[in-house]
């Protein structure tokens, strides 16, 4: 079993600047991949970032150039989110997925983009 705990959510005015962390810890560790989702009311929840233990990374086209995924081990997972927009406001999920296919959530962090 994998426990993510998230944190750096907070308010934030438009332009800003935050910084969400994600770390792993549990008695299996073998991540394959770490990224971050979010979710908005009557939306469904879509990938926003995630990096491979290879090194190989996925960012969406909305938050491209903006936001930037950053891991420093197996167990970390960074959102360097510049230039925030109010669309950005949503909550942020971290997720893991283990070598074997299970994934894993964090509990989420808010993040309001509002001047």
């Known amino acids: 079993q994998v426990q993510l705990v998230e944190s750096g959510g907070g308010l934030v005015q438009p332009g800003g600047s935050l910084v969400l962390s994600c770390a792993a810890s549990g008695a299996d560790l073998s991540i394959s991949a770490m990224g971050w989702y979010r979710q908005v009311p009557g939306k469904e929840r879509e990938l926003v970032a995630r990096?491979?233990?290879?090194?190989?990374t996925f960012v969406a086209d909305s938050v491209k150039g903006r936001f930037t995924i950053s891991r420093d081990n197996a167990k970390k997972v960074y959102l360097q989110m510049d230039s925030l927009k109010a669309e950005d406001t949503a909550i942020y999920y971290c997720?893991?997925?283990?070598?074997?296919?299970?994934?894993?959530w964090g509990r989420g962090t808010q993040v309001t983009v509002s001047s």
């Open positions: 997720n893991a997925v283990q070598n074997d296919g299970l994934e894993y």
């Open positions: 990096r491979s233990v290879g090194g190989s």
